[in-house]
């Protein structure tokens, strides 16, 4: 099922514990075994395996068109279509502009979500691409809302 192998080859070994996280963190999930959906970053600069700081993206129009899908397809089922939330995880359009924000959201997907020992979010680190990752912090950026 985890088709992750070949990325943990050739990532630091930072990013390679992370890895072994989120894979510890996505089987303790309780939603099913949920696949991730790959974000297809073709046309976007591509960024390699370290974290740059800040999205190097923001504001392009076809980082925001390719983080849409691919936040419809990995993120919605949780966070709401379109980014709007049901109630179930936060409402991302009121996620901080900018750096804050960025830094924020690598956070996050580093980690995901555990609360109590309970995995609420799984991390997306090495599940989807560091490009598909800016991509839909793009698009997240692209609705925010004060
Ligand atoms: C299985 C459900 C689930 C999925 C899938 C999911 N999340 Fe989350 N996410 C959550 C929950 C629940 C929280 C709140 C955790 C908390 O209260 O600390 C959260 C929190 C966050 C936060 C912090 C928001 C804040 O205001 O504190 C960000 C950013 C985030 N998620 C981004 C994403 C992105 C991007 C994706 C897709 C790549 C994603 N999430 C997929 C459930 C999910």
Redo the contacts with the bound molecule.
């Keep these: 099922m985890r088709t992750m192998k070949t990325a943990a080859g050739s990532v630091p070994a930072a990013l390679g514990l992370a890895l072994g996280l989120a894979l510890t963190a996505g089987s303790a999930?309780g939603?099913g075994d949920?696949q991730?959906q790959p974000v297809n970053t073709d046309g976007l600069k591509p960024l390699g395996a370290e974290w740059v700081a800040e999205n190097p993206y923001k504001g392009d129009k076809h980082a925001v068109a390719i983080g849409a899908s691919?936040?419809n397809q990995?993120?919605?089922?949780?966070?709401g279509l379109e980014m709007i939330s049901g109630g179930?995880?936060?409402?991302?359009r009121?996620?901080p502009q900018g750096k804050e924000?960025d830094e924020?959201?690598v956070e996050?997907?580093k980690h995901?979500?555990v609360?109590n020992g309970v995995?609420?979010?799984?991390a997306?680190e090495g599940v989807?691409s560091q490009e598909g990752?800016w991509a839909?912090?793009s698009y997240?950026e692209s609705k925010h809302e004060e």
Excluded: E, Q, S
């Excluded at 995995?119 to 799984?122: E, F, H, R, S, V």
């Design positions: 999930l939603h949920v991730p691919g936040f990995n993120c919605a089922r949780c966070h179930l995880a936060p409402d991302l009121y996620l924000g924020y959201f996050r997907m995901g979500a609360i995995t609420k979010m799984p997306f989807i990752l839909i912090r997240i």
